[in-house]
């Protein structure tokens, strides 16, 4: 399983999972797009390089977050899939982000912003799992 979504009772909450960071990161990103794209295959027809930093993982993982949101609301790119590389010390990442025009597709969804609400990065027996909430 990449991603599952929890019950919340005004904001999207989901857990990515991964064998490692990178991996997990991808299936947070594959976790909003699903939530965005309401489940609608997204075509990757063009594609985006994203670079953010944090002063931790999580900063990290909120900015990478946001920065989907932000080329769907700024630069009308609906994203469908994310190849990231993060640093060796967690604090930064490049991705390759694979999407399409978003006015190509009708009745996508809208996410805020990502929050730090009940935001963990855990060790589990599998590898990682990533908790986030989405402000919707």
Known sequence: MKFKFLDHTADI???AFG???????DNSALAII???SR???IKEKKKKRIRVKGIDEKALLYNFLDEIIYLLDAKNFVVSRVKTKLSKD???L???????DSSKYEDLDHIKAATYAEMEIKKVPSGLRIQAVMDV
């Open 13 to 15: 909450k989901f857990r």
């Open 19 to 25: 064998k490692n960071l990178n991996e997990a990161f």
């Open 34 to 36: 699903d939530y965005i």
């Open 39 to 41: 489940g609608e295959k």
């Open 90 to 92: 967690g604090k930064s």
């Open 94 to 100: 490049t991705a390759e982000a694979f999407g399409d």
